[in-house]
């Protein structure tokens, strides 16, 4: 993946998180808001970010990445 298409991704990622901190005030979850804005977006910024997606077998965790990251980088199935 080139460098460009690295940081594009990695600004998605910043604007998305941004709008699920901004989702979670509206919804009455302070705390996650706050988790994300003090902690997540900074050490994303920063390039220290671990994502972890967690379920069942065959439930669509690894779909729910690629649409995150707008293209189908990582294999289905």
């Known amino acids: ?3 460009s ?3 594009d991704v990695k600004q998605q990622l910043i604007t998305t998180l941004g709008a699920v901190a901004d ?12 988790r994300l804005r003090a902690d997540r ?3 994303l910024a920063e ?6 997606v967690v379920g069942e077998f065959d439930r669509g965790k ?4 690629n ?3 707008g293209d189908a ?4 199935g």
């Open 1 to 3: 993946m080139a460098i």
């Open 67 to 69: 649409c995150l990251l």
């Open 41 to 43: 977006l900074p050490r």
């Open 5 to 7: 298409r690295i940081d």
């Open 62 to 65: 690894t779909s729910l990445v």
């Open 47 to 52: 390039e220290r970010a671990l994502l972890v």
């Open 73 to 76: 980088l990582l294999p289905v």
């Open 23 to 34: 989702l979670a005030e509206r919804v009455g979850t302070p705390s996650v808001a706050h």
